[in-house]
Nanobody
Framework: QVQLVESGGGLVQAGGSLRLSCLAS????????MGWFRQAPGKEREFVAT????????DYTNSVKGRFTISRDNARNSVSLQMSSLKPEDTAVYYC?????????????????WGQGTRVTVSS
């Protein structure tokens, strides 16, 4: 099992940028694909971005393509989500998740370990 702690959320105006970070601890000797998900008030949790263990494969939900970038630093056991051109509809709690395989996935059910989330609020 790996423990995940997100940081970097906050309040930002539309058009602004934020960088979310997720730090992993625990069984970090295993190889994990990572993902970012979000949950807006009154809505279900949804996929945002994923990255393979090597970092060579990434995928994004359509609404964030070209605006968000996922990256990872395995030496630091961390994964980041750079968010630019933020929109009010990006407002949500953002969760980091780990999948016990090297392969990235867009599916919530494929992830076994989750952080507590960090809140992002984008004002218009």
């Amino acid at each position: 099992q790996v423990q995940l702690v997100e940081s970097g959320g906050g309040l930002v105006q539309a058009g602004g940028s934020l960088r979310l970070s997720c730090l992993a601890s625990g069984r970090t000797d295993s190889k994990y694909a990572m993902g970012w998900f979000r949950q807006a008030p009154g809505k279900e949790r949804e996929f945002v971005a994923t990255i393979s263990w090597s970092g060579s494969v990434t995928d994004y939900t359509n609404s964030v393509k070209g605006r968000f970038t996922i990256s990872r630093d395995n030496a630091r056991n961390s994964v980041s989500l750079q968010m630019s051109s933020l929109k009010p509809e990006d407002t949500a709690v953002y969760y980091c998740a780990a999948r016990r395989t090297i392969y990235a996935s867009t599916q919530i059910r494929d992830y076994s370990d989750w952080g507590q989330g960090t809140r992002v609020t984008v004002s218009s």
